[in-house]
C-alpha cells in the first residue's frame, strides 16, 4: 500500500495456510480438499462497493476453472465464501450441501441453469429445514449439452416448512450422467418495488404467469403472443415481439409492477471486440488474442465458411456471464438468436445450418463439409424484406452430411466390387452407403483432425494408422508386418515364415496330415551331394544357451541330457555312456558286460553288508562255540571230580601251601594248577589272564558273554561308560556328550529340546543352495507314510512341500512394500512390455496397486515360477469392478532376456489408485 503512489509498503507476501473462511495480508489462499480453489487461486479482480471490498478471482481444483468470491472491509483482511464442491458418482447419487438457515417463505419459485450430457428426467433438487429430500422436484432435460433453464414451483410448500431451509440436495437419476448446475436462485414475482408482495382485495388480483411443461419432449408447448382482459380494469397485453403493455382501466390509482423478459431466450457472455462496429446478430470469429484480463478478442467473420468461426452476437440474452464493459459483446452460448444473413446465401429452410458468408459478419446456408454454428429455426428467401434468421445455437463444428440419418439400422454397407481372400489389390474393390435400402450417399468431406467413437467403412486407404487394438476377420499385407510383438489365438501361414524365436507351448500337425521339420537346403544342395560342409540341425538349447539336443538332415539325433521314453525300438543301438531307464523289459537275451542300476546297486550293498554280517555272526558263533565246548568241559572236569576230605584240611594259616604248588620265594603268592573253592571265598583282588565264567556270564579278554539268552545290567542309580560319555539312568534315558548314530531309524513318539526355550537343529548336509536342481539336489527331511510314500519334506535351501497344510496363523516375514510405479513407456523402454509396473524383487508378498486411470499393473518378482500360485486381494473399493491375474510369466524356458513376472488387471479404469495384497506360493 501507500500513501502517494510514490512510496509503497509492502505486506507480507509468504504464501498463506490453506483456508476455506479466512486471509490476512491482503492474500487469498488455497483451499482445503474437496474445494473449488484447493489446487489454485489467482487473477483477483476487486470493486469497491460502498466501504465493502468485494472480490472475484479464479480458482482450480486440479481439473476444472471457477470463479470464487470474497469480500473484506479494509481490503487486507478477507472472507471466503463457501467453495465447497460435491460430485455425484453414481446413479441415484446425490450431492447435499448443509447451509445456514435460510428463510423461503416468501419465494415463489427455485430456478437454475442446468447443463447435462443426457436427456429425459435425469436431474432432481431437493431442500429442506431437517434433511435434504423432504421436498423435492425432478426436471427434464430437453437437449443434451445445451444450457437449460428449470423452474420449480414452491407456492403449494407450506411456508413453515421452507422458513428455514438448512439443506439443498442435487441427485443424479442416471449412471452415466455428467450435470452441471448453475445460478440456483429463489425469485419472487408480482411484487412491489420494495420486495413486499402486492395485496389486494378479493377478486382484484392480477398474475401474470405461465408454466408451461409436458412429458413429450419431442412436442414442447410454445408460448407466443400473449393478451389478458380482466373484467374490472385490468389488462396485459403483448403488442409485437418486443412490446408487453400493463393498463389500469379501473380509475384508482394501484401501485403495480410488471416483470418482463424481452427475449431472454439464450445464455451469452461477454467478450472482447477488436471492431466497435460489430452488434447483434453479427458472425464472430476467433483472433487468437487475449486482452489484458485473459479474455479472448473475438472479430467478425470475413470468409466464407471461417475457419475461426465461433458464434453470433445475442440481441438482449436472458442469462449473462462475465463483466460488461464498452468493448465487449454477447456472444451467444445457447438458446436461440437472430443473424443477419446476406443476400446472396442460398434460400434457407427451417433445420438449415448457418455458416459465415464472404461477407464480414453476415451469415449464409452451410453445406457439407463447412463450419456451422446451428440450425435455422425459420424460413428465409432471397430478396425478401428480412436481414435476419432465428437460429438455435449449436457448438461450432463442420456440417458431416445433408442426410438426417439418427441411426446406423438406416444405413447399410454395399459393395460395388467383389472381396475375397485372394484379392491382392483391394483398391479394386469400392464401397457405397445405403440409406433405407434405396438412395445412395455421394457426400464427400474432409477434416483435419476427427474423433469418432464408433467407426464403419467399407474401404479405408491411410499411409499410417496407429492404434492400440485392430480387430479384424481378414487382415492382409501385401508387404510386410513389422510388430514387435503379435498375439492372436491361431497363426496359419500358407506359405513361409521365418521366425528368429518363436515361443510356443503346443505344436501339433493339422488334422489328417503329418508335421514336417524340413532340414534341406534348397537353396544349396551341392554341399549335400559332395559331402562338403556342415547339414542343417534342429538345435533344442537349454540352460544358458547351451545346445541339449540336435537332430540333422540324416536323421542322426544327439541328446545332452536324459532321453525318457515309454518305448525304444532301435534294430541296433550303441550307448557309450550310461542307459538309464525307469523300467525296461527284455524279451529276448541281455549281454553286457556291467550293468549299473539303482536296484541292482541297492542289492549289491545289502548282499555285502548281509556277507560281512554273516562273515561277523560266523566268527562270533565259532568264538562262543569254542568257549562253551570249553566251559562245558570244564563243567565236566569240576563235576567228575571227587570231593576233597575235609579231614584232610590243615590249618597252614602263616605257612607256605606246598602242596602241587611253587613258592614264588616271596612268601606272599603261590601258584596252583587248579584250585577249587567248594563254599564261600573272598579275595581283596582277582586277576585273572585268561577267561573268567561267573554263572552264564563269561568274561574274555575285552568281551563280556552272555551265555543265556538274556544278558542284564544293572545299578542303583545309572551306568556309566567311557567316563561319563555314554550314561544310562535307571529309568531308562541315555545322555551322549557325543554324536547319535542309528543308522536303521529312530523311532519315538515325541521329539523335545533339552533345555525349555532352546532351539532343535537338524543339519540336512553342506548342500544348502538356495534352489534345488536335477544336478544338485538339496538334502532333505522327509515324512514317509507306511507305505514308504513321502507325504511332506523341508530341504536345506527351506524348501518344504506338504501334500496338505492346515494352520490357524500364517506370518510372512519377506514382505514387499510400495515402491514407485514405473510408467508404462519407461517400462516398455526396459522390459518392452507396454504397462505399468512395480519391482518387487525376491519376496513373497507384499502391496501393489493399479494407478489411476488404468486397468493393469506388472508386478515383477523373482519368486514366480511355472507352477507358482499367485493369490490377490483388492484393499480398495473397485466399484464393481473385477480384479484378477491374468497372466504369469516364469521365464524358465525362455531363451531371450527375461524377467519373472505376473500381471493383475481390472475390468474397468479405476478413478483413483487402488491397492491390492499379493501371495506367492510356490
Not at 439400422?409 to 483398391?427: A, C, E, Y
Not at 533345555?755 to 544348502?768: F, R, Y
Request: hydrophobic share 35%.
Amino acid at each position: 500500500y501507500s500513501s502517494d503512489g510514490l512510496t509503497w509498503t509492502k505486506q507480507n507476501n509468504n504464501a498463506p495456510s490453506d483456508s476455506d473462511t479466512t486471509s490476512t495480508d491482503g492474500r487469498i489462499p488455497r483451499g482445503t480438499s474437496n474445494t473449488a480453489d484447493d489446487a489454485a487461486a489467482y487473477v483477483p479482480v476487486v470493486l469497491l462497493d460502498g466501504s465493502t471490498y468485494k472480490m472475484w478471482y479464479g480458482t482450480s481444483d486440479g481439473s476444472k476453472v471457477r470463479i470464487a468470491y470474497a469480500t473484506s472491509s479494509d481490503a487486507l483482511n478477507w472472507t471466503k465464501y463457501d467453495n465447497s464442491v460435491y460430485n455425484v458418482s453414481s446413479g441415484d447419487g446425490y450431492a447435499e450441501k448443509i447451509i445456514s438457515a435460510t428463510d423461503l417463505s416468501g419465494y415463489d419459485y427455485i430456478t437454475a441453469w442446468v447443463y447435462a450430457n443426457n436427456t429425459g428426467n435425469i436431474v432432481t433438487l431437493g431442500f429442506g429445514e431437517n434433511t435434504s429430500n423432504e421436498h423435492y422436484q425432478s426436471f427434464h432435460v430437453d437437449t443434451i449439452n445445451t444450457w437449460q433453464k428449470v423452474y420449480w414451483d414452491i407456492t403449494a410448500i407450506p411456508k413453515e416448512e421452507r422458513d428455514q431451509v438448512r439443506l439443498i440436495r442435487v441427485t443424479s437419476e442416471s449412471n452415466a450422467n455428467t450435470v452441471i448446475f448453475d445460478n440456483i436462485a429463489a425469485e419472487k414475482f408480482l411484487n412491489n418495488p420494495d420486495g413486499s408482495t402486492i395485496t389486494s382485495s378479493p377478486n382484484e388480483y392480477i398474475q401474470y404467469r405461465a408454466i408451461m411443461t409436458t412429458t413429450q419432449p419431442t412436442n414442447p408447448p410454445k408460448l407466443y403472443n400473449v393478451q389478458l382482459d380482466w373484467n374490472n380494469g385490468y389488462k396485459v397485453e403483448q403488442t409485437d415481439g418486443n412490446t408487453v403493455k400493463l393498463y389500469n382501466f379501473t380509475g384508482e390509482s394501484q401501485d403495480l409492477r410488471l416483470d418482463v423478459i424481452v427475449f431472454g431466450a439464450d445464455l451469452a457472455e461477454y467478450y472482447t471486440v477488436n471492431d466497435q462496429s460489430i452488434e447483434a446478430g453479427d458472425l464472430v470469429a476467433m483472433t487468437g488474442e487475449l486482452d489484458d484480463y485473459s479474455v479472448p478478442i473475438l472479430r467478425k467473420s470475413n470468409k466464407a465458411d471461417d475457419p475461426q468461426l465461433i458464434g453470433a452476437i445475442s440481441t438482449k440474452a436472458g442469462q449473462t456471464l462475465g463483466i460488461e464493459a464498452d468493448d465487449r459483446r454477447l456472444l451467444g452460448l445457447a438458446g436461440r438468436i437472430p443473424v443477419k444473413v446476406a443476400s446472396d446465401s442460398a434460400a434457407i429452410q427451417v433445420g438449415d445450418s448457418i455458416t459465415s458468408s464472404a461477407v464480414p459478419g453476415l451469415a449464409k446456408k452451410a453445406e457439407a463439409g463447412e463450419m456451422t454454428i446451428g440450425k435455422a429455426l425459420e424460413n428465409w428467401i432471397p430478396d425478401s424484406d428480412k436481414s435476419t434468421v432465428l437460429m438455435l445455437i449449436s457448438d461450432a463444428r463442420p456440417l458431416q452430411t445433408g442426410y438426417p440419418i439418427t441411426k446406423l439400422s438406416q444405413m447399410k454397407m454395399v459393395s460395388v466390387g467383389s472381396l475375397n481372400q485372394t484379392v491382392k489389390n483391394f483398391t479394386d474393390v469400392k464401397y457405397a452407403i445405403q440409406i433405407d435400402g434405396n438412395e445412395l450417399v455421394d457426400q464427400t468431406s474432409a477434416f483435419s483432425q476427427a474423433m469418432i467413437a464408433n467407426l464403419q467403412s467399407g474401404f479405408i486407404d491411410a499411409q499410417e494408422i496407429t492404434t492400440k487394438y485392430l480387430s479384424t476377420n481378414i487382415l492382409q499385407v501385401n508387404e510386410k508386418i513389422v510388430s514387435p510383438v503379435i498375439e492372436t489365438t491361431d497363426l496359419i501361414a500358407s506359405g513361409t515364415a521365418k521366425l528368429n524365436i518363436a515361443e510356443v507351448n503346443t505344436i501339433k500337425p493339422q488334422p489328417n496330415t503329418d508335421l514336417t521339420v524340413d532340414l534341406s537346403n534348397l537353396n544349396d544342395t551341392s554341399k549335400v551331394s559332395s559331402g562338403a560342409g556342415e547339414l542343417a540341425k534342429l538345435v533344442i538349447k537349454g540352460f544358458e544357451g547351451k545346445s541339449v539336443a540336435t537332430f540333422d538332415s540324416y536323421g542322426n539325433a544327439s541328446f545332452s541330457g536324459t532321453l525318457t521314453a515309454e518305448n525304444i525300438t532301435a534294430q541296433n543301438a550303441t550307448i557309450s555312456g550310461n542307459l538309464i531307464a525307469e523300467e525296461a523289459s527284455i524279451s529276448g537275451k541281455l549281454t553286457a558286460k556291467e550293468i549299473e542300476a539303482e536296484n541292482i546297486r541297492f542289492m549289491e550293498e545289502q548282499l555285502n553288508q548281509n556277507a560281512s554280517a554273516s562273515s561277523t555272526l560266523a566268527d562270533n558263533y565259532s568264538s562262543l562255540s569254542t568257549n562253551v565246548n570249553d566251559i562245558q568241559k570244564l563243567l565236566a572236569d569240576i563235576k567228575n571230580q571227587p570231593l576233597p576230605d575235609v579231614d584232610y584240611y590243615q590249618n597252614n594259616i602263616g605257612e607256605d601251601l606246598n602242596t602241587n604248588s611253587q613258592s614264588t620265594g616271596s612268601g606272599d603268592l603261590n601258584q596252583f594248577s587248579n584250585l577249587i573253592v567248594s563254599e564261600d571265598t573272598n579275595l581283596y583282588n582277582l586277576s585273572v589272564s585268561n577267561n573268567f565264567t561267573a554263572g552264564n556270564v563269561m568274561i574274555e579278554g575285552n568281551t563280556i558273554i552272555g551265555l543265556s539268552s538274556e544278558l542284564r545290567l544293572t545299578a542303583l542309580s545309572s551306568i556309566n561308560f567311557f567316563d561319563g560319555a555314554v550314561a544310562i539312568a535307571k529309568d531308562g534315558t541315555i545322555t551322549t556328550i557325543g554324536t547319535l548314530i542309528a543308522q536303521g531309524g529312530v523311532k519315538t513318539n515325541e521329539i523335545s529340546a533339552l533345555n525349555q526355550g532352546e532351539d532343535i537343529n537338524i543339519n540336512l548336509g553342506e548342500n544348502n543352495q538356495l534352489e534345488t536342481s536335477n544336478d544338485n539336489p538339496n538334502s532333505k527331511l522327509k515324512i514317509q507314510n507306511v507305505l514308504g510314500e513321502e507325504v511332506a519334506s523341508i530341504d536345506a535351501s527351506g524348501s518344504a512341500e506338504f501334500n496338505n497344510l492346515a494352520i490357524n496363523s500364517l506370518t510372512i516375514n519377506n514382505v514387499s512394500t510400495n515402491s514407485a510405479v514405473i510408467a508404462a513407456s519407461d517400462n516398455f523402454d526396459r522390459n518392452g512390455l507396454y504397462a505399468p509396473a512395480l519391482e518387487t524383487k525376491a519376496e513373497v508378498a507384499g502391496i501393489g496397486l493399479i494407478p489411476q486411470n488404468q486397468q493393469e499393473i506388472i508386478v515383477y518378482n523373482d519368486k514366480v515360477k511355472t507352477g507358482s500360485l499367485i493369490y490377490i486381494t483388492p484393499t480398495d473399493d473397485l466399484a464393481g469392478s473385477q480384479m484378477t491375474v491374468v497372466k504369469k510369466e516364469s521365464c524358465e524356458t525362455a531363451a531371450y532376456s527375461c524377467r519373472p513376472y505376473f500381471k493383475v488387471a481390472v475390468s474397468q479404469t479405476v478413478p483413483k489408485d487402488t491397492k491390492f495384497n499379493w501371495l506367492i506360493i510356490n
